[in-house]
């Protein structure tokens, strides 16, 4: 029996996509065939990898396009997340955002990094919340 991983809120898996090539059982819950808001997970999941809307969180995205933030309505989506970890109880899980004002809600993240930090050639500070092994940098200041 292959562990299975629940990648919520995944849009194209690519950051799941390690885990189904290592063999997992990837369920990948995003829109417009899956959502969080209503999905019932199934017993004996292993991990938990959630990447909830950025949209009223990002510092970016309400200085790009100014408009009035409404955290209440992201939430929705966040505490979706947070109830899947809950009732799954995984061995590990891992929440992502652009570092901004999700830090408000989840308190201090477990970690932060840039992806250049990886060998990718872009920025985009990035926060993950959760109980998972922090991954070495392969790049520092």
Known sequence: MSKIILDLCGGTGSWSK???DAGYDVRLITLPEHDVLNYTPPENVYGVL???PCTEFSVLNCLAEPRKRNPEEGLIVV???????KNTQPVFYA??????????YLGKPNFTF???EFGDAWTKR?????VFNKPEK???D
């Open 18 to 20: 390690p885990y189904r």
């Open 50 to 52: 959630a990447a909830p």
């Open 79 to 85: 505490n979706a997340c947070l109830n899947i970890i």
């Open 95 to 104: 929440i992502e955002n652009p570092v901004g004002f999700l830090k408000d």
């Open 114 to 116: 840039q992806p250049w």
């Open 126 to 130: 990035t926060a993950i919340w959760g």
């Open 138 to 140: 392969i790049y520092t």
